[in-house]
């Protein structure tokens, strides 16, 4: 089976909680077990992980370069991490990012990404949606590719 990894960067394990008001009222574990299923029902199996530390996600990364393609949202180091951007580049896995709030239309620091121009694109501000709406995107990439 395909498998597709799925990435959430610091403080989205805090979901349901933390700022309901921009992020929502879904928690983590029900956004990884909907897009789960939807993977499924489509013949791919996903791989979720979840951390506050910069190092940890790109050891993930790295030691999971084997994956068909990866759904990460990087929360804050979105902004600024070029040491996770760097890691995408290098694996050469197809990567969405996604964002559960809109970050053009928020503040300043929010509206440049420099992970994006290593994905394939980028979904942002649909909620918890944003998340199926990066699978399909991966999945159409594949069907196109193949
Ligand atoms: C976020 C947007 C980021 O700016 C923020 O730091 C997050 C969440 C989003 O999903 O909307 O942690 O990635």
């Given at each position: 089976?395909?498998e597709?990894l ?6 989205l ?20 077990k909907q ?6 029902k ?5 791989k ?16 999971n ?7 990460i949202?990087?929360?804050a ?14 694996l ?8 559960l709030?809109?970050i053009?239309s928020?503040?300043?620091?929010r ?14 501000g649909f ?5 199926l ?5 991966l ?8």
């Amino acid at each position: 089976m395909t498998e597709i990894l799925l990435v959430n960067g610091p403080n989205l394990n805090l979901l349901g909680v933390r700022e309901p008001e921009i992020y929502g009222s879904v928690t983590l574990e029900d956004i990884e077990k909907q897009v789960t299923l939807a993977a499924a029902k489509q013949g791919f199996s996903l791989k979720t992980f979840q951390s506050n530390s910069e190092g940890k996600i790109i050891d993930f990364l790295q030691e999971n370069a084997d994956a068909e393609g990866l759904i990460i949202n990087p929360g804050a180091y979105t902004h600024y991490s070029y040491a996770i951007r760097d890691c995408i580049a290098g694996l050469r896995i197809p990567a969405v990012e996604v964002h559960l709030s809109q970050i053009y239309s928020r503040e300043e620091f929010r509206q440049r990404s420099v992970i994006a121009p290593v994905c394939i694109g980028q979904i942002s501000g649909f909620g918890d949606f944003s998340y199926l709406l990066g699978l399909q995107a991966l999945i159409d990439y594949f069907t196109r590719r193949n």
